[in-house]
């Protein structure tokens, strides 16, 4: 099986792009992803590597109810003794490629998602990382687009989930900290080889157009602008309710459709 490190597959497929969207914790990564999915259209796969798993519930899904399991769920119960015991003697690989496809990836019209969940043991997070790295790329190269919705901070570079992408988009709030941890990414993915085929700047809902002017720029990034304010999407996470069921004009939906199309991509509801 082709090795996600070798992400190289997913570029040399005619149709598949890859994105991944990071940033701090809070400043709305798993928003401005779940608002990616309703204008990219072409039922994307979604990889959810943060262990809050908070994607999902912002997309209506009850991975639970669905019967769902992650990744780290699956790898859990192999530890187990007699686990899976009708797999007989298959080897660990192909029994992880075979209860992914069979009970962690949740399929629907709109999208897929594969949710990589919460640590299972202590120490160190390699096993399911690497699980996650063996699979995910044989799976990516049915889609035309497949966006993984990282961790906060940094961890997830360092982690190598991914050595190579096309888009990464970095969520950032109004703060110098913010601005660092985005400088910080570009030197660590540079560190470990890490191929970037394009990084931007997405400000969060808390900026203006002052703090936007008085931005310091980040060396090898482009700012796309702001997800704008909407008290529709605390709203709709609070009731539970997906956030492809936002209206039309709802200013987050038409600010994210207009910072897709800043980096180029044909977008379900164009802004003029």
Not at 79 to 97: I, N, R, Y
Not at 119 to 138: D, H, M, V
Not at 225 to 238: I, K, N, P, S
Request: overall charge negative; aromatic content about 6%; hydrophobic content about 40%.
């Amino acid at each position: 099986m082709t090795d996600l490190m070798n992400i190289q597959t997913i570029q040399e497929h005619p149709m598949g792009k890859t994105m991944i969207t990071t940033g701090r914790g809070g400043t709305g990564k798993s928003t401005f992803s779940a608002l990616c999915v309703r204008h990219l259209g072409d039922s994307p796969l979604l990889i959810d590597a943060d262990p809050d798993q908070s994607l999902a519930a912002l997309l209506g899904v009850d991975l639970a109810a669905e019967n769902i399991n992650s990744i780290s769920d699956v790898l859990y119960k192999l530890q187990q003794p007699d686990a899976f015991s009708e797999l007989g003697t298959m080897p660990l690989v192909h029994k992880m490629e075979y209860l992914v496809n069979l009970s962690c990836l949740y399929e629907s019209e709109q999208f897929d998602l594969l949710t990589l969940g919460v640590k299972w043991t202590r120490g160190c997070y390699c096993q399911p990382n690497n699980t996650l790295q063996n699979i995910a790329s044989s799976l990516a190269e049915g889609y035309r687009y497949t966006l993984l919705d990282a961790p906060a901070g940094l961890e997830h570079v360092n982690r190598r989930i991914m050595t190579r992408a096309d888009d990464v988009f970095v969520l950032i709030d109004p703060s110098a900290k913010a601005l660092r941890n985005a400088q910080r990414l570009t030197e660590i993915a540079d560190t470990i080889g890490m191929t970037i085929g394009n990084l931007y700047l997405v400000g969060n809902y808390r900026f203006t157009e002052e703090t936007e002017q008085s931005m310091e720029p980040v060396e090898g990034a482009t700012y796309l602008g702001r997800v704008a304010h909407d008290e529709a999407v605390q709203t709709y996470d609070w009731e539970g309710r997906s956030l492809l069921e936002l209206p039309k004009d709802s200013p987050a939906v038409l600010s994210v459709a207009a910072i897709l199309q800043k980096a180029g991509y044909e977008v379900r509801q164009p802004v003029e």
